[in-house]
């Protein structure tokens, strides 16, 4: 009888525990969620023509065409027959605001064949702002998790469902580029910070390793990519951790991408623009990555792997307090997204920042 009402008590705990720890890591209060200036707050009244609203479930379609395969598990390549100019954009850290929706409707107007969303989208408790900002292009767009998008079970769940995805990782090609997208998130529990001991003990890492040597031996694949939220290299923005790497993380993967000649990664989770020279991994001292060329904006077949921020979607910008040695651009001051042409039969990239002003602010041309 006494044990029985004993576990009636411990089942009772257990369950007022976990509603309290699902509020208090949800309050309105807490430092997970961006509390944005109502005067920039996203409302589509504010903007002429018309804009439809999403009234469930984003539409997030699998993008397939003739000279893709869409792979999650094998990394296997479709081999193309008539290679054709395309271009991608790739944008993060969104939020739900009026710099959100210029973002968007920039890269509408420039009409890219893919978007990729580089994590942490509403900043909120649900997504339904933030889907309803991107609809237009969601048909086009594949995505990877930031750290605010797994605040709480429920938000990572709404982003999996959103995208489509059966877990958070994943690869696919598209004519002769393989695109790797990557868990930066996957020790990250609700309320508290990321742990990243152990991670080649990993079913990611291992899934990363396969793959990543599939692509690298296939004769048809010219480019590797890789997309992750967070970054391996950063300048510093003052109080702002966002702009401070993980080592662990960087430790574990940087060598391996090398190993399998990985040629540009793009993150997010700075809230600024930064392009970073053709960098080696440094086994000394991996914070100082060693600079393979240091022209500044044209590069002819690398060894070293490029790292592009774009965490420049919508939400407040950081401001930086120093530049590193190893970035060659770096801004933070326009919103915006960054567009890259794939062309001359596939061999060189052109990459171009817009800003939310249609200026160009910053490109760089890479042939391989």
Partial sequence: MYQLMYLLLLVFLMIFSIQFFVHYALSANDKGFFQVPEEQFFNPSDYDGEYSLSSGDGNYS???????SYNDDSGQVTDSINFHSFKFALVGDWGCTKNTLKTVNLIQKHNPDIVFDLGDTSYKKDIKCWTDIVKPISNRMKAVLGNHDVMSPSLSIQHMKNFGLDKP??????????????????????GSDPDFSDLKDTAQYRFVENDLSKAHNNSNIKWIF???????YSSLCGEHDSCEPIKKFRD?????????????????????????YPLLYNEVNSSEPIIE?????????????????VGTGGIDLDGFSNQEPFVAYQQDTNYGFLNIDVVDQG??????????????????????
């Avoid at 699998?62 to 893709?68: F, M, P, T, V």
């Avoid at 990239?349 to 602010?361: D, E, F, H, P």
């Fill in 62 to 68: 699998q993008l397939q065409s003739k000279d893709e």
């Fill in 169 to 190: 990782y994943y690869s696919f090609d598209y004519d002769n580029i393989h695109y790797l997208m990557i868990d930066s998130e996957a020790s990250y529990f609700p």
């Fill in 226 to 232: 890789v997309m992750s939220h967070r970054q391996f």
């Fill in 252 to 276: 574990t993967y940087h060598p391996l991408f090398e190993k399998y000649g990985v040629d540009l990664i793009f993150s997010g989770h700075a809230h600024n623009y930064q392009r970073t």
């Fill in 293 to 309: 060329d240091k022209s500044n904006t044209e590069y002819t077949s690398k060894k070293g792997m490029f790292q592009v921020i």
């Fill in 347 to 368: 061999n060189t990239l052109l990459g171009q920042y817009y800003s939310n002003t249609g200026k160009i602010v910053d490109a760089f041309k890479i042939t391989k």
